[in-house]
């Protein structure tokens, strides 16, 4: 415990943008078939490091099957909220979601070579205490830490909706559910707020029996996947609004709102248009009158293909859609990075003005029927997936799992764990870093990526920029 706030806790996201560069960075490795533990890779990214770029320490789970996905901080930035009641609250513990097995694991890495397991959260607690499963996306908010899930109760999820519950930030005890009304929300995903103007936004994807064994094309072709984001009464937890993009823009995903708190708007991606295939982003903001409003700004068309190069699932459209899976918004909210899995592109948009994004650049790397290789010569499986840019601006990682058996679907026989970096121009554009390629060990796919200190998919902030 300290005696003053935590020093990578920051006021304002022009602090964060000014503080001391990462040198670590935490993947998550998952074992595809259960046959080895899931486990934790901290990856060294200090470029004056003899280790630049490979893993220098691996903490392995002790059990199997559990399929980590998403994960996050006990504590951040947003801990200096005057609603805190936590003062001397401290960044030093990952709360790590097994998405298949409901079980959570608090993993304490203040010492990041020395990384341990600190605490496991049975699935047995999880489902008892809040009746829901498949814990999905953590933040840690200024009193506790928020959990999403996937499924609700029963062996397949689908005994009532889930939601969101929370967790003790100090002890971890899993406190109970957020929902005091939940409205037209029956589906969940992603979930992010800006505190000082208390509301919060949720999103969707679909019900464990539409993704855990892959995608289900019938559900996709009859539009039964997400396709709608929920405004929310942060403090009074309760839904205010809901917004339907329209039943043909499926999977409404990530969401990620303009990190000033003065502003009222933020992105959400859409995974696919079933009409054509496109991938999407909404931008949705607050209008005059205090409703919710949205409009699609980006569109990324589908990319012709012979069928004969095309996995079974796609063959019949011989085409390539970009399949949006990812996004995120660097702290000054100037670029959005959208990550288009199936084409194998990683675009960077200028959103300052977020009504009328322009695409500033863009890095191709593996790729159905592409499989563009890294330029320094390592294989890229899938595509890039799970993005994230550090406080700074100037660097872009991602990796390339994005769900086990939907990688199986899309990217049959193909295999491995990888992780690149991106250097960002002075006014804009993508390149690859040729040095660093982390290829994570055989039989391991490498999922979301956390940076020492914080990143920008993680911390909330509290005050205005100046």
């Known amino acids: 415990m300290t005696f003053r706030p935590d020093p990578t806790f920051h006021a304002t996201a022009q602090l964060a943008m000014q503080a001391p560069v990462e040198n670590y960075g935490f993947t998550v490795m998952l074992s595809p078939d259960g046959a080895q533990p899931d486990a934790l890779a901290v990856v060294d ?24 996905h998403h994960f996050g901080w006990n504590a951040c930035s947003s801990s200096l909220s005057p609603m805190s009641g936590h003062a001397f609250l401290e960044r030093r513990y990952l709360i790590v979601p097994g998405i298949r097995s409901s079980r959570i694991y608090v993993i304490d890495v ?110 996709l072709l009859a539009n039964r996947y997400g396709h709608s984001i929920h405004f929310w009464d942060l403090r009074r937890r309760k839904n205010i609004q809901t917004i339907d993009f329209g039943e043909n823009y499926q999977m409404a995903l990530e969401i990620r709102p303009a990190h000033d708190p003065k502003k009222s708007y933020g992105f959400c991606g859409v995974v696919v248009d079933t009409t054509n295939l496109q991938g999407a982003i909404f931008t949705w903001w607050r209008g005059d009158d205090g409703t919710w409003q949205s409009k699609k700004t980006i569109t990324i068309d589908p990319r012709p293909e012979a069928a004969e190069n095309l996995p079974p699932l796609l063959q019949g459209f011989e085409a390539v859609p ?3 899976t990812d996004i995120d918004l660097s702290l000054d909210d100037k670029y959005l990075y959208v990550a288009c899995w199936g084409l194998g592109e990683m675009h960077q948009y200028d ?5 009328n994004p322009v695409l500033t650049g863009k890095v191709e790397l593996g790729g159905i029927a592409r499989g563009t290789p890294h330029p320094g010569g390592g294989a890229f499986a899938f595509g890039p997936q799970m993005v994230e840019i550090s406080r700074d601006g100037k660097r872009v990682y991602w990796t390339n799992s994005l769900y086990s058996s939907w990688d199986n679907q899309f990217y049959p026989g193909q295999e491995g764990g990888q992780m ?10 993508l390149t690859l870093d040729p040095d660093f390629y982390v290829d994570f060990p055989k039989g391991y796919r490498a999922h979301q990526v956390r940076l020492e200190g914080g990143d920008c998919s993680t911390d909330s902030f509290c005050y205005p920029n100046l």
């Open 45 to 68: 990214l200090n470029p004056n490091s003899d280790r630049y770029g490979s893993i220098v320490h691996t903490l392995a789970m002790p059990y199997t099957g559990d399929e980590f």
């Open 420 to 429: 690149v970096m991106a250097r960002v121009g002075d006014n804009g554009g």
């Open 322 to 324: 970009p399949l949006v």
């Open 110 to 219: 203040k010492d990041p070579l020395a990384a341990r397991i600190h605490k496991i959260i049975e699935p047995e607690e999880v489902f008892e205490k809040t009746g829901y499963s498949r814990p999905h996306t953590v933040h840690c908010g200024p009193e506790g830490i928020y959990v999403s899930t996937l499924g609700g109760g029963g062996a397949d999820g689908t005994n009532g909706p889930p939601g969101i519950f929370i967790m003790d930030c100090e002890t971890f005890d899993i406190l109970g559910r957020y929902e005091m009304d939940r409205g037209k929300q029956d589906k969940h995903y992603d979930f992010w707020w800006n505190l000082p103007q208390d509301y919060m936004v949720s999103s969707e994807w679909g019900l464990p029996p539409q993704f855990e064994n892959g995608i289900v094309a019938e559900d």
């Open 351 to 355: 959103v300052s003005d977020p009504m």
